[in-house]
């Protein structure tokens, strides 16, 4: 929180992951907004266009290995930070019933 209580970017990218899908991402997004913190947002959406990268490698993979636990799992992992809480549990049920130890 030191980092983000000081401006930092990179700490407050950290910061946003972990509050993303929560009414206080919206608070927050609209206040670095009116800040004018373009470093934020344009670092944000560059985050988010790499997780839909990396998703998009994963499903294709995921067709080429349907057993494989950890695909599943990595995509139960970016669909979490992407907000999308019905696609994550999806790919997480899925590696479970893989690998029941995860």
């Known amino acids: 929180m030191y980092g983000v209580m000081n401006g930092?970017?990179?700490?407050?990218i950290t910061y946003l992951k972990h509050i993303w899908g929560t009414p206080l991402f919206n608070l927050e997004m609209n206040t670095y907004k009116a800040e004018g913190r373009n470093d934020v947002l344009s670092k944000w959406d560059e985050v988010?266009?790499?997780?839909?990268?990396?998703?998009?490698?994963?499903?294709?993979?995921?067709?080429?290995?349907?057993?494989?636990?950890e695909?599943?799992?990595?995509?139960?992992?970016?669909?979490?930070?992407?907000?999308?809480?019905t696609k994550a549990a999806e790919n997480l049920k899925k590696a479970r019933q893989i690998d029941p130890s995860l």
Do not use: F, T, V
């Open 8 to 12: 930092e970017s990179g700490s407050i």
């Open 48 to 69: 988010q266009q790499e997780n839909s990268k990396k998703i998009q490698k994963l499903e294709e993979a995921s067709l080429l290995h349907p057993y494989s636990p």
């Open 71 to 85: 695909l599943y799992y990595n995509l139960h992992l970016l669909y979490s930070e992407k907000g999308d809480k």
